[in-house]
Structure formats: C-alpha cells, structure tokens
C-alpha cells in the first residue's frame, strides 16, 4: 500500500444536537457554544486505514475541509494515528455544497498523488446526503462503492462486502477507488494517551484554494448549485392512539383509524 | 494571581479519550463491579494500554508529562461512569509520586518507565490498625541489616494491593516524626503478602485489604529520600496527589448527580406535568447545580496550581474536603428526587451515595483536612 487517503470532516457533536438552534435570517445552522467531533463514521474509515496500514503497510494521510477549527479535526486524527494531515481552509470555500466539496477535495487528492486507496464514513451527522464519496470519485475518474462493512486488500483490487437494505454483495473493485464505509465495519479504537503526545510532533499542512489549483467559480457558494431557499425546525406533531380489545377487533379499529387520516 | 484553567488541545483529547473509554468499555462493567465486588481487572490493564496510568510521569521517564488538569480530566469522566475505577486509577498515580518527587536519578529511571507502561502499579501504604491520621503510630518497623532494610508489620485499608506488583511502604527506622522511612518494595520480593480482601459499602470493584510483611529485605538502594525522610514523602504524595485525586472522584460523582437528576426530573412525570416544574425538585436540582460549579472549580484550581509549579496543599484539602461533602449531599438528593425509586439497588442514585461516603475518610479525615487549611487561613492574619 502506497498512501491511504481519508477524509474526514468535524461535525457539531450529535449528543449537543438539542442545543442547535437556527439562524433565522441567515437560515444557517448556529453552532456557537457546540462542541465539535470527527463526523462518527469517518472515524470508522480512519480506523480502517490504520488497520489496513498495519496489514500492508504504507501511509496514512487525512485530508478535511472545514473552517480554522478544523484543524482539532485533524490533530486528532494524527492522535488516533494517522502519519499526516491536510486542511484546505479558505475562505473561497466557505457554503460548498456537496458537489464543490467532492470538487474541492479531488483537486487536492490529485496533488496527494500517488495514492492506493480513498476511505470515507458513507455520510456525515450534519449532512446526512452521503453525497461526497461517490462524486469525489467521479471527479478522479476511479471506481467507488458505498456502505463497505468490509475490505480485503489484496494485489491490485479490494474485495468488499457493501451492505443493501436486505443483506449484502460482494463487489470486485479496482484501486485505487473511493470506499464509503458504515459502522459495522470495525470498532474505532480509544484515543491513548501516547497517541495524543506523537500527535504534536506531527504535521497538519494547510492548503487554499490556490495551492490545490482548484478553479474559484467551482467552489464555494458560486460553484454550488445547490440553492438553499429555507432551514426550519419541522413541528413535531406525534399522536399516539390506543386500540383495545380483542386482538383482531383492535386491528380492525385501528386500520380504519389508519384509512381516515390517510395513510392508505 | 489571574487563572485560567481552559482545556488545551492536548486536554481536551485526553477528556474525549476517558469519555470513550468510560463510556464504551466501564459502562457495561458497573453492575457487576457492584454486586460482586471484584476488580475488572482487564479495565485496569485496558487503562494502563491508554496510557492514563502515565499522565503525571515526566516525558523523560517514559510518562507523557501532561499534568494535573490533565489527571483530573481523566479522573471525573471515569468517576461519571464509574467512581470505584476512577478512584483505582487515581491510586496507581499516587503509587508513582514518591519516586516521581522524591526518587533518586537511579529510581525514577529504574522504575518510572515500568510505571509509565502499566507493568509496575505500586500502592502507597502508609495506614495501619492503629490509624491513618496518627501517622506517627504506625508499627510497622524497618531495620537496617547491612545493605538491606529488614521490614515487619500490617498496613490495612491499602488500595489496589492484590493487583499491585510493588508496594511504597512508610515505616519506622526510630522515633518521632524524622523516625520514619519510605521504602519501594519491588516485584516477587519473599514476605509480601496481600492480606485480607475488605468488603465496603461503596466503591465496590476497587480493590482493597491488608498488606503483610514478614522480614522482607528491601535494599538500601530503594529507600526514597533519605532514613527519616518517610514521613515527608508520604504526606507530600497524599496532598500532590492522594487529596486532588479524591476531588477528580468526588467531581465525577457530583456531576453524574447532576446529569441523572436534570434527567429523570424532565422525564418523570407527577401532577399532570415533569416533576422539574415543581418548585420543590427545581431547588435541589440548582442546588446541586451549584455544588457542581463549586467543586468543579475547586477542584481544578487546585490542580491547576500545581500545575504552576505552586504550593497547593491547603486548595487541595479545602477541595477534598468540599468535594466529599458535595458528592454525598447531592447524591443523597438524587435520591429524594428519584422517590422511592432511588434507594433501588438496580437503579443509580443509591450506588451513588454508597460510593460518595467512601470518599469521606480517604487521604485524610474531613478534620485532617480542616487542619491543613487552618495553617492556610491563619496566613491571612498578616
């Protein structure tokens, strides 16, 4: 294995998503006061390089896009192991939708050359599209699988087990390609203490836009197309109704209940 | 003198780490830990891999040197979860103190770096029958037999000793205060022997029980400091870190109080409504608000004194003695809040309080530590 490319990306932290409010002028997300994570399944995908790395040997690169915090991102990943890190963080960069983001990363991924294999979390907490990885490897022109629970590197191919909604199939791919992986791959390991301290030794490169030799109408919010015309807070209006009785009658009642309001 | 005690980067992965660590390895551990007793001591072992066992060790002995904010992290996020292994981690590091303060150049390197890995965990035993606080009543006696120390005695109430391979011993080599020597017993020396397994109330799963010694030869080289140096490094260990290490315990405990209380209180409802709308529940969920606060910051001031390099023994007894008391308090009102419910050996609150009176008569008495801060507040005649 040459280089294992992951890319991760910091996320408010799911268990502060009841303090998360909107902005309504702006219609942005206000995460002042949140704490910040790896998004969780890339921390799975991180995972998954270092064992790889520990299997065949080679590098393990960590590559984000973010705001000057992110750099917490990457410092922890290079705790967790990773050998090095880039952050692109520019301004230009800033309101990339998924399209830009992929275009953005794969601009960098080129410079990263050579590289055997791209590893993603299939979708991140904030976002939920699970867009990234498959464009990212659109971009590069390399083969991509999504919802890998499980690789097995052998010469110039992966073997990987990507998950459906009933089962799983075996996918022959060739490297190197994007994988986006789910957290039934692994179980990511326990920052130590060791770790933490190697971490500050190591290096956290940062890029812009120019140093990627991206092209500034395709990034940012003038290279998205994605238009967001509205962010709300949905009303939550959950009823519960109970049917009693015989277990067929109660059935009967509640499937014209069910009739009535439409759900058939 | 201006303080700030904001996590750095380096602390702040730590805290994560112990949260993970707690959360994901100790959380399905608890129940057992409580009814039987015994010492997961896989966890210990998975603690020492993590490196917790090496926070305080200086980076030139193998440690990673990052201090006592640092501990206190790591101490409350494990206690949250599980105060008896918080409070088992806290003893490993004040088993390595008396080498880390007071050990020769030939000491810290001889054991440190063992210590720093988790293959050397050391007690510090200084409590005998005849008390804790009476230092200077202890029996247990060394003497000196050429170039070995010969020691006899029985310390009691030791924590850790059946999963310790070494043993920090206090001992008397003659009479009165400078009579008393610390000694290093190391790994598979003849007449250690652990003796009886207590069995506590609280803080179940941490170890705790007798430490025998029948004429053990301990060599000259592995007496810290100088004969009759014991009795400083003993109480210099117990303030450093023996008393903050209590409040990183009783902190975690304080704050799971919090947590379960703001809990329950939105879920549980009575009269129609959450019993957090009703005014009796909403003052004690602020007062224990404010006993988090307060501990938290008492807590971490202390440590972050010490972390300065200052003098800090009278901060850590007024948080010792502050933070017990807190822990008990709102445990005890996690249970009031939870009603009948609490006192339920399958649900926390009672756990809780079993688990906050042990913290009491650790590293010194309530009144011990009210002796300490009445020479810090007697400064303040000047």
Partial sequence: MVKIIVCIKQVPDPKEFSKITIDPLRKTIVREGIQSIINPLDKHALEEALRIREKHGGRVVVLSMGPPQAIEACREALAFGADEAFLLCDRLLAGSDTLATAYALSKAVRRLKPYSLILCGNETVDGSTGQVPPQLAEFLEIPHVTRVRRIEIGEDEAVVESMLEYGYRVVKVKLPAVLSVVKEINTPRILSVFGIIEASSKKINQWCVSDIDASIDMVGLEGSPTRVTDVFTPEVKRRCEVFSGPVEEAVGKAMRRLHEIGVF | ?382
């Fill in chain 2, 1 to 382: 003198m201006p303080f700030d005690f904001t996590f750095t980067p380096e602390q702040e992965m730590l805290r994560k780490a112990a949260t993970d660590f707690a959360e994901r390895d100790v959380a399905p551990r608890v129940e057992w830990m409580d009814e039987t007793g015994e010492t997961p001591t896989e966890l210990v072992r998975k603690m020492m891999e993590l490196g917790f066992g090496a926070i305080v060790i200086p980076r030139e002995y193998g440690g990673a040197g990052l201090g006592h904010i640092a501990r206190i992290a790591v101490l409350e996020e494990i206690s949250r979860i599980s105060p008896a292994l918080s409070f088992c981690l806290q003893i490993v590091h004040l088993g390595q103190s008396p080498v880390i303060y007071f050990g020769s150049e030939e000491q810290k390197k001889k054991w440190l770096p063992g210590m720093a890995k988790g293959e050397l965990i050391a007690t510090c035993a200084v409590t005998e029958p005849t008390g804790g606080s009476d230092v200077l009543g202890i029996q247990t006696t060394a003497k000196r037999e050429g170039e070995y120390y010969v020691l006899n005695g029985r310390k009691c109430f030791i924590t850790n000793v059946h999963i310790s391979n070494m043993h920090g011993v206090l001992a008397k080599t003659g009479e009165g205060p400078k009579g008393l020597s610390f000694f290093m017993i190391e790994p598979n020396t003849p007449g250690v022997k652990p003796g009886r397994r207590e069995n506590k109330d609280g803080l179940r799963g941490l170890n705790t029980g007798e430490l025998i010694l029948e004429n053990v030869k301990v060599p000259r080289g592995n007496m810290i400091g100088g004969e009759g140096d014991g009795l400083r490094v003993a109480l210099t260990a117990i303030s450093n870190i023996g008393r903050p290490g209590v409040n990183g315990v009783a902190l975690g405990i304080v704050r799971r109080c919090l947590e379960e209380a703001a809990k329950y209180s939105k879920q549980r409802i009575l009269y129609g409504k959450p019993i957090s709308e009703l005014q009796a529940i909403q003052w004690y969920l602020a007062e224990i608000y404010v006993d988090y606060e307060t501990t938290r910051l008492l807590t971490y001031y202390a440590a972050w004194l010490r972390d300065k390099g200052a003098r800090c023994d009278a901060e850590n007894a007024a948080g010792k003695y502050y933070s017990v008391e807190a822990a008990v308090r709102c445990a005890h009102k996690l249970i009031q809040i939870f009603g009948g419910y609490g006192v339920m050996r399958e649900i926390i609150p009672q756990r809780l309080l079993r688990d906050a009176e042990v913290l009491c008569s650790a590293a010194g008495t309530q009144e011990i530590m009210k002796l300490v801060m009445l020479r810090k507040a007697l400064e303040y005649s000047k």
